[in-house]
T-cell receptor, first 114, second 114 residues
């Protein structure tokens, strides 16, 4: 299993540009989520999905769009990039096991918006 | 709302010695999970240890153990026989909701001196 994969690893955008961060998992996990990590901060939840066709907002959803058409993929779209969205983005997937969710994190995407 | 606080931005320990990282949290729930994650310079999020709130026994994983004080809402991580490879950011996290979402503290940067 490749686990959770994210592409690209690095990206530089100009203010106002749009792009999609890709996330895929091959573990057949129902639950997937996106976090962002800013300097001096822990990870904060952007959006999450409990299954194909179902998404919901997390703590910091503004400026981001998600959709979940398949179990494997959960892309994160930046509609009009802003410097405040400069961050490291982590995708995670998880499954429910014995009372808790086992989280698997991807390697992260470092995004810089100039 | 649940919150997670790590009051030590940086800690340092001598190789082979013991260090304790602090974490406090706030919640009105009675049953929940707490985690410690390690993030080395590679950025990969690595689960170190987890604690179920309804279990009074403190979790232990090899050189890593926790001191869980439910009434005080405290969840500290003890690393024994510290190794150079333990140098990393350490994040305390609380699992909330029925989807396994995580709330993270701001992290503690641990340095290990040879």
């Amino acid at each position: 299993n490749a686990g959770v994969t994210q592409t690209p690893k690095f990206q530089v955008l100009k203010t106002g540009q749009s792009m999609t961060l890709q996330c895929a998992q091959d573990m057949n996990h129902e639950y997937m989520s996106w976090y962002r990590q800013d300097p001096g901060m822990g990870l904060r939840l952007i959006h999450y999905s409990v299954g194909a066709g179902i998404t919901d907002q997390g703590e910091v959803p503004n400026g981001y769009n998600v959709s979940r058409s398949t179990t494997e993929d959960f892309p994160l779209r930046l509609l009009s990039a802003a410097p405040s969205q400069t961050s490291v983005y982590f995708c995670a997937s998880s499954y429910y096991r014995v009372g808790l969710y086992e989280q698997y994190f991807g390697p992260g995407t470092r995004l810089t918006v100039t | 709302a649940q919150t997670v606080t790590q009051s030590q931005p940086e800690m340092s320990v001598q190789e082979a010695e013991t260090v304790t990282l602090s974490c406090t949290y706030d919640t009105s729930e009675s049953d929940y999970y707490l985690f410690w994650y390690k993030q080395p310079p590679s950025r990969q999020m690595i689960l170190v240890i987890r604690q179920e709130a309804y279990k009074q026994q403190n979790a232990t994983e090899n050189r890593f153990s926790v001191n869980f004080q439910k009434a005080a809402k405290s969840f500290s991580l003890k690393i024994s026989d510290s190794q150079l490879g333990d140098a990393a950011m350490y994040f305390c996290a609380y699992e909330w909701g029925s989807q396994g979402n995580l709330i993270f503290g701001k992290g503690t940067k641990l340095s290990v001196k040879p």
